[in-house]
């Protein structure tokens, strides 16, 4: 408990977090992790799938963390950055279209073709 409140004391926003998993999950995130950004990643992955200390185990051996940030390292910022410009993009074009008075699935294609 000593190390429980000394890990996670000095971060008052992870406190909605911890009352939300068992105290078995607790015991398996600070034995098994060294760094705080993990410790937080797990948590919130507990409370999201709702994993029992089984699952949790089973994500904790299978380097769950390391995998996500490797991952997230590989791709460059403007990769991750392109779905989300498209798609703010086309809710753009549907908006003013539809608030222009034309309808959002018109063609575009000329009349004259």
Known sequence: MKQFYETYEPFPN??????????TNHTLILGKTQTIEEKEFYLRLTVKEKYSSRQLERQLNSAVFER???ANKKL?????????????????????KKYKGVSPY?????AFI
């Open 14 to 23: 992870l406190s909605a977090l911890l009352r939300e998993i068992s105290w």
């Open 68 to 70: 996500v940030m490797l």
């Open 76 to 96: 460059s910022p403007v990769v991750s950055e392109l779905p989300q410009l498209f798609v703010n993009n086309f809710k753009d074009q549907l908006f003013l």
């Open 106 to 110: 018109a063609s575009t294609i000329p």
